[in-house]
């Protein structure tokens, strides 16, 4: 008994969806050609049958009916299709066609959108993607690319460095506007040491006005000297880690002034410890 009651319960619940008769409206309006409008209805009521429903010429005797609408656009045409159950609408959607002799795949995707209800991307099937699609999915903002350079004052630690050295660093970057990043060398030297590496930077801005403090990262390669008693002095070398802290003026112009502060640590030892170079560096972004 409880079989039967759960077979009819899921009959009354289906019915709506499978098996349902529809009746199709004009997609006409003053915006579009009567061929083209027609064209549209043609298409949704052979994709109505296709998804194994009827379509009926009563709109009284339907289940459903199906309001299609053919909107230009430029050159391309946007179909706004919704499903109506009596004077409540149920459910509607609509898809972007780059050209109109891509309109069959476009309406037989609604059509079984709206039908269903559920999002045309989220029900998207093999050889369905349409061309507008296809381009959306490759639009990207632009990135100014622009050149690096900036000069400072170093501080070595763990390198028994006898005076300060200096900094030079140079960099081709990807400026996004609210993040900046780097494809990275830099150096110091002085007092017989040596920290150098090479790598990957972003800068996180924290305002797009014309003065703007950001927090920034470092990763790469590097390699540091120690001078001892031997000719090479003492080499280490491994992967760095460098977090930045600093301000940029001067945003709004073709050319950027940074003052920075800038820790890099080497993730490998010497005989005293981990090698560290501390700079303060005024660079320029051109």
């Given amino acids: ?167 030079i660093a140079g960099a081709y970057a990807f400026d996004l506007n609210e993040a900046i990043i780097r494809i990275r060398a830099e150096g110091a030297f002085g007092g017989g040491a040596l920290f150098a590496d090479f790598g990957l930077g972003a800068s996180y801005f924290f305002s797009l006005r014309d003065t703007a403090p950001f927090v920034g990262l470092d990763f790469g390669y590097g390699i540091s000297r120690m001078s001892n008693s031997s000719v090479l002095g003492e080499i280490a070398n491994g992967f760095v880690l460098a977090p930045i802290v600093g301000v940029q003026l001067m945003r709004t112009s073709s050319v950027n002034l940074e003052v920075a502060g800038r820790a890099a640590f080497l993730l490998s030892r010497n005989s005293i410890g981990n090698p560290m170079l501390f700079v303060i560096r005024v660079g320029l972004y051109f």
């Fill in 1 to 167: 008994m409880r079989r039967i009651f759960f077979f009819f319960l899921f009959a009354l619940l289906s019915s709506s969806a499978f098996g349902a008769t529809f009746f199709v409206e004009s997609a006409g309006n003053s915006h579009v050609s009567e061929s083209d409008a027609a064209t549209v209805t043609q298409l949704v009521k052979a994709s109505v049958g296709e998804l194994g429903h009827e379509v009926v010429v009563e709109r009284s005797s339907a289940d459903f009916v199906l309001l299609p609408k053919l909107i230009p656009l430029g050159s391309a045409y946007v179909v706004n299709l919704e499903k109506w159950k009596g004077n409540k609408r149920v459910y509607s959607s609509k898809m972007k066609s780059t050209q109109f002799e891509n309109m069959d795949e476009v309406a037989k995707r609604l059509t079984r959108s709206v039908i269903m209800e559920v999002p045309p991307s989220g029900d998207v099937r093999v050889g369905e993607v349409t061309q507008h699609e296809s381009d959306e999915g490759q639009r990207r903002r632009p990135a100014r690319q622009i050149r690096y350079f900036a000069l400072g004052p170093a501080g070595f630690g763990n390198l028994s460095a006898s005076s300060v050295g200096v900094y």
